[in-house]
């Protein structure tokens, strides 16, 4: 492979990780109980899901390469990513319902009836998705590269946020505002599907597989070598920990205990060594490009699919589909997303952004995630 400031397995594996939601939350909004639950798509769907953490494990490598790690900028960062991660709700969530094109039985699916309250549009609008996740790591991210440029501290602090998060699992104090920080910290409920505890973990991973990156003069054999051989051991470990107690270590993806969190961790680091294996003997072709364009414009494609997807619900109806319109509506939010991606975000703003000479058409000044 090229000698590259960026490490092209890592966006690699970035542009795929957005892509691969788009199918799993179109199944997810669309397919219904039958599909999702007892049908070979999606129990393929739901495993690619499980690759959320190679997502997660490229920010935090990321974050170590980068020139700025100032904790002012990180929380620069956070506020920008956070904001994003409302504004997405708001449009996913609350505009729909404003607009009376939200189907009775989504509403249902919270335990709701129609109308939709204020308190409830609140609820939605404070859910705690990724992008939530992502900001508010990156505060703690600043803090500890502050703190400390040692590799192993990160590692250790992941390793103690996977063994104990469990504890303090849904943790609550009883006062409305404080809770809902608490729950983005470590929520057990619905409001919060990415709770920062114990995910961290998987961006702390990658911030020690990022320093260690560095310490060798980033040597990329080396790194992924690492990364498959650690990753082996984490799924063994993490494995047997989810075999002897699957309900405590693993439970429902979303909340998961130590054992989950060592296995998907081990899982999602032999996805990116397998990454690095095809930059390396695979020449550069259309498709390795389309996921590079595709991991620089993580966020915004995030939210586009999202929104989209959730919009559409006011036409095609929440959980009505079987496997043939599921396999049909893929490639369609696909397309959709990406079609708006590149025609009213890359030819309109960033172009005539670029033309006052403050943002070339490859945006890279885009905060990706």
Known sequence: MKDNKRILAIDLARGLSVLMVIIVHTLWIYGDIHTQSETWLGSTIHFIGKGTGMFLIAMGVSFTLSRNQSIVLSIKRAFYILVMGYLMNF???????????????????????????????????????????????????GIINKLSKNKYVPLVIALCIAILTKEVHGFRVGIVGVDYILDLLWGAEWNVYFAVFPWFSFILIGMFFGLWYKER??????????????????????????????????GDYF???????????????????????????IKENKVFNFLYYC????????????????????????????????????????????????????????SKRSKKGTLTTTGKKQVAV
């Open 217 to 250: 003069e980033k040597s990329n054999s080396y790194l992924f070598t690492r990364m498959f051989m650690a990753g082996i051991a984490l799924m063994f470990v993490g494995g047997g920990l989810c075999y002897y107690n699957f309900e405590y270590h693993f």
């Open 255 to 281: 909340h998961l205990g130590p054992g989950g969190v060592l296995y998907l961790a081990g899982f999602n680091l032999v996805i990116m060594w397998i990454a690095h294996l095809l930059v390396t003997y």
């Open 295 to 350: 991991s620089k414009r993580v966020t915004t494609i995030y939210m586009i699919q999202w929104v989209v997807i959730c919009w559409g619900m006011g036409a095609l109806g929440y959980q009505q589909f079987g496997v043939y319109g599921v396999l049909l509506l893929i490639p369609f939010y696909m397309l959709l997303t990406l079609g708006i991606q590149r025609l009213l975000l890359d030819k309109n703003i960033f």
């Open 91 to 141: 449009l996913k969530f609350v505009l729909p319902v404003l607009a009376g094109t939200v189907p009775d039985n989504f509403i249902a699916a919270y335990g709701w009836t129609s109308p939709v309250t204020l308190d409830q549009m609140i609820y939605m609008l404070g859910t705690g998705d990724i992008l939530q996740l992502a900001g508010v790591s990156l505060l703690f991210m």
